[in-house]
């Protein structure tokens, strides 16, 4: 059972348009921030949203992340075949002295 | 360009113990900390604990009941994790995570470690 809890799968035609959502706590998403990796079959992740809606350089800008409260989203636009992979969103957990790391358990994203 | 570098795949018997590499190029290797990540087959992600590279502070997930160990030898820019009293449910890709801030910006490869009977 992960903290954070993602649908375990979405799925979308090419071109077209997801979200993916994160569902968490006060303990987490709602006071602490979240990022967002993107792995593919049988690599390690890789970061695609920081600091709850920013990307590295090498992000295109179809990939997008907000946050409203305990709950975050990944968006992605223009889905591409490429695109098809497991997501994960995560954030620190609980108070400076005790905080840990916690992940949602992946979204599977197949493009039609 | 950030690299970070693991140790190849070990296969282990229950009750054994581990030690996975993990070495730093690219950056400053004392400035960021490393964190542990293992992902069991065809699960999710799971952090396990971290180690502030400077200082050799380190920090484990309570899940982990005091079996696990972070090391790091600055003069050769490597991590280590240490699993002991492996059990099979221990059987995952072990990754570590270069964090800056809040987010992990740079993976190794990941280790596979199998624990048989």
């Known amino acids: 059972q992960s903290v954070l809890t993602q649908p375990p799968s979405v799925s979308a035609a090419p071109g077209q348009k997801v979200t993916i959502s994160c569902s968490g706590s006060?303990?987490?998403?709602?006071?602490?921030?979240v990022s967002w990796y993107q792995q593919l079959p049988g690599t390690a992740p890789k970061l695609l949203i920081y600091?709850?809606?920013k990307r590295p350089s090498a992000i295109p800008d179809r990939i997008s992340g907000s946050k409203s409260g305990t709950s975050a989203t990944l968006g992605i636009t223009g889905l591409q075949t490429g695109d098809e992979a497991d997501y994960y969103c995560?954030?620190?957990?609980?108070?400076?002295?005790?905080?840990?790391?916690?992940f949602g358990g992946g979204t599977k994203l197949t493009v039609l | 360009q950030v690299q970070l570098v693991q140790s190849g795949a070990e296969v282990k018997k229950r009750g054994d113990s581990v030690k996975v590499s993990c070495k730093a190029s690219?950056?400053?290797?004392?400035?960021?900390?490393i964190h542990w990540v293992r992902q069991a087959p065809g699960q999710g992600l799971e952090w396990m604990g971290w180690?502030?590279?400077?200082?050799?502070?380190?920090r484990d997930s309570q899940k982990f009941q005091g079996r696990v160990t972070f090391t790091r030898d600055t003069s050769a820019n490597t991590a280590y994790m240490e699993l002991r009293n492996l059990r099979s449910e221990d059987t995952a890709m072990y990754f570590c995570v270069r964090l800056y801030y809040t987010s992990a910006w740079d993976w190794g490869q990941g280790t596979l470690v199998t624990v048989s009977s």
């Open positions: 006060s303990s987490n998403i709602g006071s602490n921030a």
């Open positions: 180690i502030n590279t400077a200082t050799g502070d380190t």
């Open positions: 995560a954030a620190w957990d609980g108070s400076l002295s005790v905080r840990v790391w916690v």
């Open positions: 600091e709850d809606n």
């Open positions: 690219g950056y400053s290797f004392t400035n960021f900390p």
